[in-house]
T-cell receptor
Framework: NAGVTQTPKFQVLKTGQSMTLQCAQD?????MYWYRQDPGMGLRLIYY???????DKGEVPNGYNVSRLNKREFSLRLESAAPSQTSVYFC?????????????FGPGTRLTVT | GESVGLHLPTLSVQEGDNSIINCAYS??????FIWYKQESGKGPQFIID?????DKRQGQRVTVLLNKTVKHLSLQIAATQPGDSAVYFC???????????FGAGTRLTVKP
C-alpha cells in the first residue's frame, strides 16, 4: 500500500516550457487535490477533484490545468511555465464524506522555473 | 481578506514539556478546523480535526481547543518528544469540504 505517489520528485524548467506532474493513490479515495507550497507560506489549493469525472478550481488555479484520468490518478499540467510557478507541489487524496480534513499527501514535487 | 494565521512562527520546547501551538482565524463562517504536521522534506500529515460545535477534542498525546468567541484554535502536545519536531499548520474549511485554507505554519523544535 503505497498511499499517494508523485512523479517526478524534482524538475527544472525554462520559462515557457510545459510539463505534467503525475499523482496516483491506491486508497480508493474519491477526492483528490493539488496544492502548492511556497517558502514561509501554507499550502494553497490549485485544483481539486471531488469525484471521478469532476474538477474544480481552488484558490490559485491560474496557469494550471488538471485531468482526473480515473479514480486513482490526478495530473497537473503547466502549459507555459513561469518563474512565479517555482514551488513545491503536493498531491493529496481523501474520503471526503467520512472525514473531510483527513487528507493524505504525497511526498511532493520540487519545481524550479528559470 | 479573511485568512488563517498564526501567533508565532517558531516555538522551542524542552523534551518532556508540553507544547502549545496557536492559530487565529478570521472567517466567522468557518465550521471545521484541522491540524497538520509536516516534517522536513515530507508532505503534511493529518493530526486531528474539530468541528465548530465542539470546544475540545483529544487524540493520542494531542488536544485541540477551539474558542469561537475570539476565533482562536490551539494544539496542545503532551510530553513533547524529539519526533514532534516539525512545522505545524492549522487549516479551516471555508467554502466546502474540498476547500481547506491553511495558515503559514509554526516550526516546533524540541530540545533534548
Amino acid at each position: 500500500n503505497a498511499g499517494v505517489t508523485q512523479t517526478p520528485k524534482f524538475q527544472v524548467l525554462k520559462t515557457g516550457q510545459s510539463m505534467t506532474l503525475q499523482c496516483a493513490q491506491d486508497m480508493n479515495h474519491n477526492s483528490m487535490y493539488w496544492y502548492r507550497q511556497d517558502p514561509g507560506m501554507g499550502l494553497r489549493l490549485i485544483y481539486y477533484s471531488a469525484s471521478e469525472g469532476t474538477t474544480d478550481k481552488g484558490e490559485v488555479p491560474n496557469g494550471y490545468n488538471v485531468s482526473r484520468l480515473n479514480k486513482r490518478e490526478f495530473s497537473l499540467r503547466l502549459e507555459s511555465a513561469a518563474p512565479s510557478q517555482t514551488s513545491v507541489y503536493f498531491c493529496a487524496s481523501s474520503e471526503m464524506w467520512a472525514r473531510p480534513g483527513e487528507q493524505y499527501f504525497g511526498p511532493g514535487t520540487r519545481l524550479t522555473v528559470t | 481578506g479573511e485568512s488563517v494565521g498564526l501567533h508565532l512562527p517558531t516555538l522551542s520546547v524542552q523534551e518532556g514539556d508540553n507544547s502549545i501551538i496557536n492559530c487565529a482565524y478570521s472567517n466567522s463562517a468557518s465550521d471545521y478546523f484541522i491540524w497538520y504536521k509536516q516534517e522536513s522534506g515530507k508532505g503534511p500529515q493529518f493530526i486531528i480535526d474539530i468541528r465548530s460545535n465542539m470546544d475540545k477534542r483529544q487524540g493520542q498525546r494531542v488536544t485541540v481547543l477551539l474558542n469561537k468567541t475570539v476565533k482562536h484554535l490551539s494544539l496542545q502536545i503532551a510530553a513533547t518528544q524529539p519526533g514532534d519536531s516539525a512545522v505545524y499548520f492549522c487549516a479551516e474549511r471555508v467554502y466546502n469540504n474540498n476547500d481547506m485554507r491553511f495558515g503559514a505554519g509554526t516550526r516546533l523544535t524540541v530540545k533534548p
